[in-house]
């Protein structure tokens, strides 16, 4: 079958109200979707609005989830891809699969970019001569640079980007005019856990005084991703012994399976 080049949703649903936690994010990327509701209204004095914003932080914190919520508030199309995607990529694919991706965004502008792991495609640059790939990497950073100063003044097309290492990621990448604003999302506190349960036990069937705060006291280091995992797995275990209802033990069973497969993680990178 003939792969997608990049996959476009026209009616995002996620909103910042699934976005648990990251205030300060969600508050800078409200700037963003105010860029695409109203850009007259940020135009008008002259000024040019962003064209780039990059979303960092550890895997599982909810970048995805923030830019596509952007698009869902903004009510505008989002247009995504995942910067891994190109590690296999045949020569020359790359970049033309860049160009079709803007066109495609400009054609239905106001819209987003995502570009998930774009430390696969941004690396700095003839810093991996063990790859054989490297000038296909290249040329596909080099479309993506130039597509994004090409944009004019109104095309309105905000493209995010996300990435755990953004120290490994070409400095040109982040010149005026492309990925100039960083905006850090980190892993949950305590209370952002909380908030992170609230929303992945909704769903669920919970046996009456299921304690959140001592859920979120049992999962230091855990992501949101980790927790949304957590959530289902308990589900998964409960429904398997026919129980009418989740309840705690089948948390703290979900949450040994979920630490034995974040030590065999953290065992692989060590
Ligand atoms: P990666 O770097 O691995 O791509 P990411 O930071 O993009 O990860 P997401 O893909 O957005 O993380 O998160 C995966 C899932 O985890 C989300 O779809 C959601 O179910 C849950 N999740 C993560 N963070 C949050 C959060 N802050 N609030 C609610 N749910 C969250």
Redesign the pocket.
Known sequence: SKAKLFDENTEVKTTFK?????EGAKEEVQEIVDFLKFPEKYTTLGGKIPKGAL?V??????????AKAVAGEAKVPFFSLSGSDFVEMFVGVGASRVRDLFKQAKEKSPSIIFI??IDAIGRARGKNAMSGSNDERENTLNQLLTEMDGFGTNTNVIVIA?T?RADILDKALMRAGRFDRQIF?DL?NLS?RK??FE??LRPLKKAPGLDIEFLSKQTPGF???D??NLCNEAALIAARTNKKAVEKQDFLDAVDRIIGGLERRSNLFS
């Open positions: 699934d976005v648990a936690g990251l979303l932080g550890p895997p599982g914190t909810g970048k995805t989830l923030l998930d792991e996300a755990n999302v949950p952002e908030a992170i929303v992945h992501s949101g991703a927790i949304a």
